[in-house]
C-alpha cells in the first residue's frame, strides 16, 4: 500500500550557459511513495505555476525509460540511486524517506553546457553519430537478412551494446567528463556484426577524433561510468573501442 | 602522430609506460631480493649496472619513460579537468558505493607521492652510486658497494617508513594502473577484465612484498646476507654489527 | 459540399498495383533533385527514415524534431517487434497471408492497395535493417528468430529484445546521421512546426518555432512532409510520450488537409493500471507477454469483491474459480486475439464488477502456468526486463513464487488494463501518401492509411518504415518530377510573412489570457472527459455529452489559462499550452467522427452496435468507407467527405477470432 512522504527539494536554476546558476528549495507535502520521480516534479510544477513562478525545466519524454531524454543528477547519483540500473523517469518515490532533502543537478561537464535550470544540451553526442556511427548503405539496396548468419553469442552482444540511450549518464558520472562509455557502445554493436566490419577502422577513427574534437575527457578506467549506465552497458565495450583503435591506427 | 593528438593515442603512452615501468620494478625487486641471500652477488650485479655504456643507455630510458609516464599523467589531467567543466556539483558523487576504486579516482595523487619518494630513492641510491662513479667522488662507501649503501640505509627507521609509505603507494598505483593498462591497450574484455584484474593484484602484491621484505630484513637485521656475525646475534643494529 | 476524394490507386489487380506504379510513376533526374529541397518534420520511424532516404537519392533535406535528438522519438519505445512475411519459419507465411490478416485485423477497414503494398515491402525493411547493422535476435545457427503476435497464425514477428523500436529507430537514426555528416540532410533539433506555408494552392514550406529561443524561423521546399505521430495525448493519459502532440497535423487540418477516421483510436490491452490522479502517463507492459502470460479475473464475484479490498490475493484463488475469459470466448485465438478485442473484454469484465485492483479496474495476467512448464529461467530469458520494469513501478515482481495449491505452484500476476496506445486514424493522404494539400504529404502513424479501424501488434513499425525507406521516396517524386522550374522559394513571400503574424499572434493571446488555470490541470480534464465519453465504449448521448463538456472546457481555456514567462527563450508552457489547443480541436473531431459512424468496428465500439454476446457489430452496407473531415473554423462541426472503400482481393467477412 501506498504512503505518503513529505520532504524538501532542492533544484538547480540557471538562466542559460552563461548563467551562474543558484539552488531553490521548495516544501513538498504528502506526495504518495508510488509517485514516480517526474510526477512529483510535475506536481512542483504545477504549485510554482500556481504560485505565479516560472516552473522547473528538465527533460523529459517517454517516461518509460527508453528514450534516453531524462537527465537529473540526484543526491549526488546520475538518475538517482537504484540497484540494477533505471533513468530518472523510472525511479520512484518508495526510494526516499519522510523529511530527506533532495538535491537535483544538471548534468555538468563542460560538452553539455545548460540550456536551462537541469535541461542541458546534449548536441554532442549527435556529432559523434554523425562521425560514423552507422554503416553507410543505400536504402532499399540490401541482400536477403539472412544471407550472413550471424552467431547469437555475437548477435546477443551487440544488442547490448546496442542497449545504449544516449543519456549522458556516462559522461555525468565521470570525473574526467569522458564520453566513451556512449562512443564504446557504438562502436562496439557495430564491430561485433559482420555488416559493420565493412567499416570499422573508419568509423572508430572518425568517431574518436569528433569526440576529443569536442572536448571530452580522457579515459582512466574508472569505471564510474558503467556503475550509473542505466542500461548496464560495461567498460568491456570500451576496452573493445580501445582496442579496434589501435588495430585501425596500426593498419595506417 | 595519433600516439599524442588521440585521447586513445595518449592513453596507450600511459600504458606502454607504465608496463615498461612494472618490468622494471621486476627486475629491480628481483634484484634487492639478492641482496638479501648475498652481498657479494649484489655487488656484481651493481658493479655490471655501473657506469657502463649500456647501462646508462638503459637508465637514460627508464628516466625517459618516466618522465613521459609523469608529463602525460599531467597532461591528461588538465584536459581531464577542462573536460569536466567549471561547474562543480553540489553533492558529490556517490555512485553505487564500492563500484569505484579508490585508486581509480586518485591515480595523479598517488603518483606524486611516488615521485616525492622517488626522488628520495635516488638520492639514496643512485647519487652515491652511478652518479658518483661519474662524477668521481665518493660518499660513505665505494660506489660500487651497493650493499653496503642498503645496510647504511635501512638502519635508519624514519626512511624505513618513508619507504613502506612509498611502497604502499605504489601498491595502490599498480593495483588500478595494471590492468587499466591492458584495459586501454584492449587486452581486456568481459572475462579478460576480472583475469587481468586478479593476475595484477596477484602480481603487484608479491612485487611489493618482495620490496616490502628486504627493506625489513635489513632493518631487523633478518637477512641471511647479514651472516656475518659469528653468534647469529645480529638482529639488534645489523649494520654495526657487520662493520 | 462535400468533395470527392481521389485515392489515386493504381489499375490493375492488387498484388500488381506497386509493381506498376513504380514502373510508371515519373522520376526526378540526377542534376534536378540538386535542385529540389524537402522539408521532413519529425524524426520517429517514418520522419528519420524519410530524410535518410530522400538525402540519400540526392534531394536537400530539411529535418527538424522537437527533441534533443532525432534518436528520442517516440518510436523507440515500442517493444514487442514488427512483422514481415518473410517465411523463415516455413510456416506458410506468404505476402498475401499478412495483407489479409492486417486487414481483418482493421475490421475491413483499411484500404486494400495500400496494405498490400505494405505487405509487400515489409521483407526489404528486415533486409534494409539488419544491413545497418540492427542487432535483431537469432537461433543458434545464425538465422533469425522469430515470435508470434495477437492476431496472426505465423510467427512473423522479427525483434530486439523487449526493445525493438528503440533497435530499429536507432538503425534509422543513424542513416539519417550519414546524410547529416554528406551534408545532404540539415538537421534542426529543439524545433517545432507551427503552421504549414500555402503558396498558390501548394505546400512551400513552414513556420517553425526554435524552442530554446523562442522565435519563429521560416523554412521553404518544394514538398512539405509531416511524420509527426498520432494524437494518443488528447486523453492525456496515453502510453505516448509527453512530448507527443498533434499540433502539426491539427495545423495542417486546418490549412485545408482531410483529416481521416479520426475515431479509430486503439486501446492497448497490456498497460500498468492508473494508480493516482497525479499519474502523467500510462506505461505499455509489452504484448509480447500474451505469447506466455494468461489472463485472468476472478469468476466468482465475492472473489472480486474480496480483491478489491484487498482482503485476499490472487494467488489465493484456486485454478477452478479463475476466468481465463480470452480463453474462454475466443478458443482459436485465446489470449492472442487482436487488441481491440482484447481490451473490450477486459473492459466488460470491469464493467461486470469482476474487476481485481483497489480501483475495480485491472484484470490479471499471470505467467504461473508458463513458469511450471518452461521453468523460472526461460521465462526470465524472455521477459526479465520487462519484470524488472514492472517491479521498479508497482513493488511487485511477477516472477515470485507466492502459493501453492494442490500441488500447483501460482507466481503473483501482474495487473494490467487497457490503455489509449496509438491511433489508427490521421491525415487523408491518397496512394502515393499525399494529402489533399498538394505538395503536403503524410507518413507513419501520422497518416491514416494502413491499418483500418484496428491495428495488429508490430504493424505500426512496419508502416513508419515502409512509409519512410520504401513509399514516399519513390511517390514524391512523381510530384517533384516537375517542380524543378519553380527553383528556391523565397521566405520574405507575403505567404510566409502573414502565416508567421498568424503564429506569432496566437503565442501572444495565449501569454495574455493570465487566468488560474495551468495547462496541466486543463489538460487532465480534458483526458477524464475523452476516456470518459470518447473512450472504449461510446453511445450517441455520451458523445453528445462529451461534445458539449469539451466545449465548454475549451472556453474556459480560451479564458483563464495561465501561461507563466515570455515568448523569448525557452517556454515550456507556453509549447504545451500550443498543443493543448490542438488536442481540443483533436477531441471534438474523435467525437464528431465517433458519432458519425453508426456501428462498431476495431478501435471505434459504439455500445448501440454490439451482438447479444458484446461483440462489435459493423454496418458494411452504410459505413463501408473513409471518413474524411473538413475543418470549418472553429467550435464549428466538421464537414464529412467519403472515400468509399473497394475491396477487389479480399472478401468482407464478420471478424472472427472464435474458431
Known amino acids: 500500500m501506498a504512503k505518503n512522504i513529505s520532504f524538501t527539494i532542492k533544484f538547480w536554476r540557471q538562466n542559460g550557459p552563461k548563467d551562474a546558476g543558484h539552488f531553490d528549495t521548495h516544501e513538498m507535502h504528502d506526495i504518495p511513495d508510488d509517485t514516480s520521480f517526474l510526477e512529483m516534479l510535475d506536481i512542483l510544477n504545477e504549485e510554482l505555476i500556481n504560485e505565479g513562478k516560472e516552473p522547473f525545466v528538465f527533460d523529459h519524454d517517454c517516461r518509460e525509460g527508453i528514450c534516453g531524454m531524462c537527465s537529473l543528477y540526484i543526491n549526488g547519483t546520475p538518475h538517482g540511486l537504484t540497484e540494477r540500473g533505471a533513468t530518472t523517469c523510472q525511479l520512484y518515490m518508495r526510494r526516499f524517506n519522510d523529511g530527506d532533502v533532495i538535491t537535483v543537478e544538471p548534468w555538468r561537464s563542460a560538452a553539455f553546457p545548460v540550456i536551462k535550470d537541469c535541461m542541458v544540451d546534449r548536441n554532442a553526442f549527435d556529432k559523434i553519430i554523425q562521425a560514423g556511427g552507422y554503416t553507410t548503405i543505400r536504402t532499399g539496396q540490401a541482400q536477403d537478412a539472412n544471407a550472413i548468419l550471424i552467431p547469437k553469442e555475437d548477435a546477443d552482444e551487440a544488442m547490448d551494446c546496442a542497449s545504449c540511450i544516449g543519456c549522458g549518464a556516462c559522461v555525468a558520472a565521470c570525473k574526467n567528463g569522458s564520453a566513451m562509455l556512449f562512443v564504446s557502445s557504438k562502436v562496439s554493436q557495430l564491430a561485433l556484426l559482420p555488416q559493420g566490419r565493412v567499416e570499422a577502422a573508419r568509423r572508430v577513427k572518425n568517431m574518436i577524433a569528433k569526440m576529443d574534437e569536442l572536448g571530452f575527457g580522457n579515459c582512466t578506467n574508472t569505471r564510474a561510468c558503467e556503475a550509473v549506465c542505466p542500461k548496464n552497458e560495461t567498460i568491456a565495450n570500451i576496452a573493445r573501442l580501445n582496442r579496434e583503435m589501435i588495430k585501425a591506427k596500426m593498419a595506417d | ?243 | 459540399m462535400a468533395k470527392v476524394l481521389d485515392s489515386k490507386i493504381p489499375a490493375g489487380p492488387v498484388p500488381e498495383k506497386w509493381k506498376e506504379y513504380k514502373a510508371h510513376q515519373r522520376l526526378v533526374n540526377p542534376k534536378n533533385k540538386l535542385k529540389l529541397d524537402v522539408i521532413v518534420v519529425g524524426t520517429g520511424l517514418a520522419g528519420a527514415s524519410a530524410a535518410a532516404s530522400l538525402g540519400e537519392m540526392g534531394f536537400n533535406v530539411i529535418n527538424l524534431c522537437i527533441q534533443d535528438s532525432p534518436r528520442r522519438a517516440h518510436s523507440i519505445a515500442a517493444q514487442g517487434g514488427i512483422n514481415a512475411a518473410k517465411c523463415y519459419q516455413n510456416d506458410g507465411d506468404s505476402v498475401y497471408r499478412l495483407f489479409y490478416d492486417t486487414v481483418k485485423g482493421g475490421d475491413y477497414r483499411a484500404r486494400e492497395a495500400n496494405v498490400y503494398r505494405l505487405a509487400e515491402v515489409s521483407n526489404n525493411i528486415i533486409d534494409q535493417c539488419v544491413a545497418q547493422g540492427v542487432p535483431f535476435a537469432r537461433e543458434y545457427g545464425g538465422m533469425l528468430a522469430n515470435r508470434s503476435f495477437g492476431g496472426a497464425q505465423v510467427s512473423r514477428t522479427f525483434y530486439a529484445k523487449g526493445q525493438t523500436g528503440q533497435q530499429l529507430l536507432l538503425g534509422a537514426y543513424s542513416s539519417l546521421s550519414c546524410q547529416v555528416n554528406a551534408g545532404k540532410v540539415k538537421l534542426y533539433t529543439r524545433y517545432e512546426m507551427e503552421d504549414v506555408v500555402i503558396v498558390d494552392g501548394r505546400a512551400r514550406g513552414i513556420i517553425a518555432k526554435n524552442l530554446v529561443t523562442g522565435k519563429l524561423e521560416r523554412f521553404s521546399a518544394n514538398a512539405v512532409v509531416i511524420a509527426t505521430g498520432g494524437y494518443g495525448n488528447t486523453y492525456f493519459l496515453s502510453t505516448n510520450a509527453m512530448g507527443c502532440n498533434c499540433t502539426a497535423a491539427v495545423q495542417c487540418y486546418r490549412k485545408g488537409a482531410m483529416f481521416a477516421n479520426p475515431s479509430y483510436v486503439q486501446i492497448h490491452p497490456t498497460c500498468i493500471p492508473v494508480h493516482g490522479d497525479k499519474q502523467s502517463k500510462l506505461t505499455l507492459m509489452s504484448e509480447s507477454l500474451r505469447n506466455d502470460g494468461r489472463i485472468w479475473v476472478p469468476k466468482k464475484i465475492e472473489d472480486a469483491k474480496k480483491l478489491q479490498k484487498g482482503e485476499i490475493n490472487p494467488w489465493d484463488i484456486a485454478e477452478e474459480d479463475r476466468d481465463y475469459y480470452l480463453e474462454r470466448r475466443y478458443p482459436a485465438f485465446g489470449n492472442l486475439v487482436p487488441r481491440d478485442v482484447a481490451s473490450r473484454a477486459a473492459k466488460e469484465r470491469c464493467d461486470k464488477g469482476f474487476g481485481v485492483n483497489n480501483t475495480g479496474l485491472a484484470v490479471y495476467l499471470d505467467f504461473s502456468e508458463s513458469i511450471n512448464r518452461l521453468g523460472i529461467d526461460v521465462i526470465m530469458q524472455r521477459y526479465g526486463n520487462l519484470f524488472e520494469m514492472y517491479e521498479e513501478i508497482t513493488d511487485v515482481f511477477p516472477g515470485d513464487l507466492a502459493n501453492e495449491i494442490n500441488g500447483v505452484k501460482y507466481y503473483k500476476p501482474m495487473m494490467i488494463y487497457p490503455a489509449i496506445h496509438y491511433t489508427m486514424g490521421g491525415i487523408w493522404v491518397d496512394y502515393e501518401l499525399q494529402t489533399t494539400i498538394p505538395g503536403l504529404f503524410a507518413i507513419g502513424e501520422c497518416n491514416f492509411s494502413d491499418h483500418g479501424a484496428n491495428r495488429l501488434g508490430a504493424s505500426a513499425l512496419m508502416q513508419g518504415l515502409a512509409d519512410g525507406y520504401f513509399v514516399l521516396p519513390y511517390t514524391i517524386q512523381n510530384y517533384l518530377a516537375d517542380q524543378s522550374i519553380w527553383g528556391k522559394i523565397s521566405t520574405d513571400r507575403p505567404e510566409f510573412d502573414e502565416a508567421e503574424k498568424a503564429v506569432d499572434a496566437e503565442l501572444t493571446r495565449l501569454l495574455n489570457i493570465k487566468g488560474k488555470r495551468s495547462v496541466d490541470s486543463l489538460h487532465k480534464e480534458l483526458g477524464h472527459i475523452m476516456w470518459e465519453y470518447v473512450g472504449m465504449g461510446r453511445t450517441a448521448e455520451g458523445l453528445k455529452e462529451g461534445l458539449k463538456k469539451m466545449h465548454e472546457l475549451e472556453k474556459e481555456f480560451d479564458t483563464n489559462l495561465f501561461v507563466p514567462g515570455t515568448k523569448e527563450g525557452l517556454n515550456v508552457e507556453l509549447d504545451k499550452a500550443i498543443h493543448l489547443r490542438d488536442f481540443f480541436t483533436m477531441g471534438q473531431l474523435v467525437a464528431f467522427d465517433a458519432l458519425s459512424r453508426n456501428e462498431s468496428c476495431g478501435g471505434h465500439f459504439r455500445e448501440e452496435y454490439q451482438t447479444e454476446e458484446g461483440e462489435a457489430k459493423r454496418d458494411d452496407e452504410n459505413y463501408f468507407y473513409v471518413g474524411c473531415w473538413e475543418y470549418k473554423g472553429k467550435g464549428v462541426e466538421p464537414e464529412l467527405s467519403k472515400e468509399p472503400l473497394e475491396y477487389e482481393a479480399i472478401k468482407v467477412q464478420t471478424r472472427n477470432y472464435k474458431n
Open chain 2, 1 to 243: 602522430m595519433w600516439l599524442l593528438n588521440s585521447s586513445i593515442g595518449r592513453k596507450v603512452v600511459m600504458s606502454v609506460t607504465g608496463i615498461a615501468l612494472i618490468l622494471f620494478l621486476t627486475f629491480h625487486c628481483a634484484m634487492n631480493i639478492v641482496a638479501l641471500f648475498s652481498g657479494e652477488a649484489y655487488n656484481t650485479i651493481c658493479e655490471l649496472l655501473g657506469a657502463n655504456w649500456y647501462a646508462l643507455v638503459a637508465t637514460m630510458g627508464l628516466a625517459a619513460l618516466a618522465v613521459i609516464h609523469i608529463v602525460f599523467a599531467f597532461i591528461l589531467t588538465a584536459q581531464n579537468r577542462k573536460a569536466r567543466g567549471n561547474s562543480r556539483y553540489e553533492v558529490s558523487t556517490t555512485v553505487n558505493p564500492g563500484k569505484v576504486e579508490w585508486a581509480s579516482k586518485n591515480m595523479l595523487v598517488l603518483g606524486l607521492i611516488i615521485l616525492i619518494g622517488l626522488l628520495v630513492h635516488l638520492q639514496n641510491f643512485w647519487y652515491n652510486m652511478m652518479f658518483a662513479e661519474i662524477a668521481g667522488f665518493t660518499n660513505g662507501h665505494s660506489p660500487a658497494d651497493g650493499f653496503a649503501f642498503i645496510i647504511d640505509t635501512f638502519s635508519h627507521w624514519p626512511l624505513v617508513v618513508l619507504y613502506l609509505v612509498w611502497f604502499a603507494a605504489i601498491w595502490f598505483h599498480l593495483a588500478h594502473g595494471f590492468w587499466s593498462a591492458m584495459q586501454t591497450l584492449g587486452l581486456s574484455g568481459k572475462i579478460w577484465l576480472k583475469r587481468m584484474q586478479c593476475f595484477g593484484l596477484i602480481y603487484v602484491t608479491l612485487l611489493m612484498l618482495g620490496f616490502t621484505v628486504v627493506v625489513l630484513g635489513f632493518y631487523f637485521g633478518c637477512a641471511p646476507s647479514l651472516d656475518c656475525c659469528p653468534d647469529g646475534a645480529c638482529c639488534e643494529a645489523a649494520a654495526v654489527c657487520c662493520q
